[in-house]
């Protein structure tokens, strides 16, 4: 008996394990005219060094750009979504969002 593989006319079928793909398509958010008194969310999403990148980004922006205030949300693991919910509230009550990825 003679291996499959070994056929020069064998096929290969390669399964790929991830979930369906689901393709959604966004506008750009417009530009904000200025950064001055604006109101920006954070969002730490706890990988290594994120936090030291986006306090280093929040003094920044704060002294060179006067930005109004911050919003921080920490995600429980970078491997898990930000809430619909906090996602919402984040986008509802500031003007620009901050997703901060370190390693």
Partial sequence: MT???MQADATVV??????ELEIKT???APRLNSLRGTRIAV????KHMANR???ATRVLLEERYHV???EYYRKTSASVPTPP????RLTASCDAVIHG???
Avoid: R
């Fill in 43 to 46: 969002i730490d999403n706890t």
């Fill in 85 to 88: 919910d906090v996602l919402n």
């Fill in 26 to 28: 966004h506008p750009v």
């Fill in 3 to 5: 291996d499959p593989l």
């Fill in 53 to 55: 990148f986006l306090d």
């Fill in 101 to 103: 990825v370190a390693d």
């Fill in 14 to 19: 390669i399964v790929d394990p991830a979930a």
């Fill in 68 to 70: 109004g205030g911050f």
